[in-house]
């Protein structure tokens, strides 16, 4: 399965942008790209996922380079509610369903 | 339009008691997965089921833990004889379809406590 590297912690500021990068270089051809995020005392809350181009939804937009090798989470307003581990995660098409939660990147949104 | 709920949130057991955890998908949701988040470490996968059907069981310990998903009510996890190691927390997912583009959504799990 294709590993992804992150950032081990990042702090934002309340009511900015926050830009969380994920490295996936080993990524194959069919494989997408999820991210979730798990707030202290919660399950994993799924955010958003993408295969090839870029995805908005009402939570967060997830931009995908070129050559899929990397891609960033963008929450567009950061509140102290976004405080949270995001997870990004490469989903294989064999057993799809194992889904690999690394170490994450610890965000820290600040007022 | 509810999410997947698990229960209890928290149980607290004995060593040797038994153990059930329960699962309800969300609404129009086929498949199950059980998933466990030992202290201090990542989730990591136990169990994936449809109705009826265990699909793939490879995470889950050989000895002492089964799981279901009958054709009507909640999946449930069931630990039998718990020991200290089995401490955790137990999050269920579901997803409508089965395939890589079909989200796993997570219940807040439940948080098992052996004494």
């Known amino acids: 399965d294709a590993k992804t590297t992150q950032p081990t912690s990042m702090d934002c500021a309340e009511g900015r942008a926050a830009n969380l990068p994920c490295n996936h270089s080993t990524i194959s051809g069919n494989e997408y790209v999820y991210w979730y995020r798990q707030i202290h005392s919660q399950g994993p809350q799924y955010i958003i996922h993408?295969?090839?181009n870029n995805e908005t939804n009402e939570m967060a937009s997830l931009i995908i380079t070129e050559d899929r090798k990397s891609s960033t989470l963008i929450l567009p307003h950061a509140t102290l509610r976004d405080t949270a581990v995001y997870y990004c995660?490469?989903?294989?098409?064999?057993?799809?369903?194992?889904?690999?939660f690394g170490a994450g990147t610890t965000v820290t949104v600040r007022a | 339009n509810a999410g997947v709920m698990q229960n209890p949130r928290h149980l607290v057991r004995r060593r040797g008691q038994e153990a059930r955890l329960r699962c309800s998908p969300m609404k129009g949701h086929s498949h199950v997965y059980w998933y466990r988040q030992l202290p201090e470490e990542g989730l990591k996968f136990m169990v994936y089921l449809q109705k009826e059907n265990i699909i793939d069981e490879s995470g889950m310990p050989k000895e002492r833990f089964s799981a279901e998903f009958p054709k009507e009510g909640p999946s449930i996890l069931r630990i039998q004889q718990v020991v200290r190691g089995d401490s955790a927390a137990y999050f269920c997912?579901?997803?409508?379809?089965?395939?890589?583009?079909?989200?796993?959504?997570f219940g807040n799990g439940t948080r098992l406590t052996v004494t």
């Open positions: 997912a579901s997803s409508r379809l089965d395939g890589a583009d079909s989200p796993l959504h």
């Open positions: 995660i490469v989903r294989a098409l064999s057993n799809d369903y194992k889904l690999s």
């Open positions: 993408g295969l090839k």
